[in-house]
């Protein structure tokens, strides 16, 4: 059976950083394609970053430049590193993992609050 597990999420002031952490079981984590996702309090979730199986990433724009999504397969581990955080960013992080559109699996997601 399929499982993500989130982990790093807390409290930062506005500029701080944090560093999420998504273990991953019961999958064939190399062949899957990670993402992070987040929603935020009465929108809609939305994609936050994204990396192949081949360890190609991309970002939502208001992300770029300040995240980074990053996997390791040998601990079945994606990390999403966050830096210049904002109050904006404040949301529950989501792990996914998406094989073909076939397969997809969410993580039970971990708060993100940005605030002074």
């Known amino acids: 059976q399929a499982q993500l597990a989130e982990s790093g999420g807390g409290l930062v002031q506005p500029g701080g950083s944090l560093r999420l952490s998504c273990g991953a079981s019961?999958?064939?984590?190399?062949?899957?394609?990670m993402s992070w996702y987040r929603q935020a309090p009465g929108k809609q979730r939305e994609l936050v970053a994204g990396?192949?199986?081949?360890?190609?990433?991309n970002y939502a724009d208001s992300m770029k430049g300040r995240f980074t999504i990053s996997r390791d397969n040998a601990k079945n581990t994606v990390y999403l590193q966050m830096n210049s955080l904002k109050p904006e960013d404040t949301a529950v992080y989501y792990c996914?993992?998406?094989?073909?559109?076939?397969?997809?699996?969410w993580g039970q997601g971990t708060q993100v609050t940005v605030s002074s």
């Open positions: 990396i192949t199986s081949g360890s190609s990433t």
């Open positions: 019961g999958v064939a984590f190399r062949l899957y394609t």
């Open positions: 996914n993992a998406n094989w073909n559109n076939v397969l997809v699996y």
